[in-house]
């Protein structure tokens, strides 16, 4: 029904940028009304939530984590959302998911329904 796929992963040295994308396609109008969230998952450890922002911009959340570091947006007319990270730190080093679902914001990963491949981002110290 919808397709997600993610870009803009590479490697970084600390205090560096790098922008993610996720393109959606198929039928991607039934997220109109929905959420697009940014999730990431370190070897070894649980899957983390990133950033979500309802598609027409009108909420979003952050982690703390990422708070004031990290810019989730969205091109309308791409129908593509981007991940800004700033000021990056080794413990941002994870494989980043572009997800999506109907309704409201939310930040659990347990509630998304359709997901990308992921894009690794390698920071170093």
């Known amino acids: 029904q919808v397709q997600l796929v993610e870009s803009g992963g590479g490697l970084v040295q600390t205090g560096g940028s790098l922008r993610l994308s996720c393109a959606a396609s198929g039928r991607a109008n039934i997220l109109t009304t929905g959420t697009m969230g940014w999730f990431r998952q370190a070897p070894g450890k649980e899957r983390e939530f990133v950033a979500a922002?309802?598609?027409?911009?009108?909420?979003?959340n952050y982690a703390d984590s990422v708070k004031g570091r990290f810019t989730i947006s969205r091109d309308h007319a791409k129908n593509t959302v981007y991940l800004q990270m700033r000021s990056l730190k080794p413990e941002d080093t994870a494989v980043y998911y572009c997800?999506?679902?109907?309704?409201?914001?939310?930040?659990?990963?347990?509630?998304?329904?359709?997901w990308g491949q992921g894009t690794q981002v390698t920071v170093s110290s």
């Open positions: 997800a999506a679902k109907p309704g409201y914001v939310s930040d659990s990963y347990k509630v998304y329904n359709y």
């Open positions: 922002m309802s598609w027409d911009g009108g909420s979003t």
